[in-house]
């Protein structure tokens, strides 16, 4: 007897799986392990798209040079002084060449640059031989490039200095963005003209406005 119930028990073992879906143990499982696995497929992490920010501006030793110019460069110098700061310092003339502004000992020095990969210009302005502003302009024709590389700008300066003052802009002039560090007793300038495309970079000892 306990023979023939064993020998009953290995034929239950052995026996094939029944067809029927109701009573198949195993066809169950199968089909579960296959829905779960097509339902969560395998990601390679390497292969997800990755954010940018495109918030830090990406520069090289000149590009740092002439963003942190105020550092080397001291509104109230003389044009010697300047002059003893760059090897490249181009031949003073009268403000925007205007000899009646020269005569009020109005006078500038204008040289080429290269800034974030675009030619630019550096201008130094004196009076009466005293620095009082000195601007870096560069031009970006393409809008979505210019507004991109000017908050570039604003995020340098606003982790480098602290925050920037808002200034107000007159109303109808829907055309320039303009922001403003105070440097003490200066003030740094960034200011984008979409009509133009120009890019400017200024210190100055007035206040924007006034």
Known sequence: MKRILLYSICLILIA??????????????????????????????????????????QFNAEDKANLLLFEKVSLGMS????????????????????????AKGFQESIMDIHFLNRKGKLEFNFKSDTLY?????????????????????????????????????EEDNHYAQLTT?????DYLIVSYNLNTGNITITAQNTKPGQ
């Open 133 to 169: 502003r000195y601007s870096i302009v560069f031009n970006e024709s393409n809008e979505a490039k210019g507004n991109k590389i000017y908050a570039q700008i604003l995020n340098y300066y606003n982790d480098y200095i602290g925050s920037a003052q808002p200034v107000n802009i």
């Open 181 to 185: 560090w105070f440097l003490n007793p």
């Open 16 to 57: 094939p799986a029944c067809t029927s879906p109701e009573t198949d143990g195993t066809q169950v499982l199968d089909s579960a392990m296959f829905n779960k696995t097509d339902s969560l497929p395998s990601v390679n992490p390497d292969t997800l798209p990755k954010q940018s920010a495109n918030t830090s501006l």
């Open 79 to 102: 044009s010697g002084q300047v002059q003893n700061k760059f090897t490249y310092f181009s031949q003073l003339h009268a403000e925007d060449l205007n000899d009646q502004l020269g």
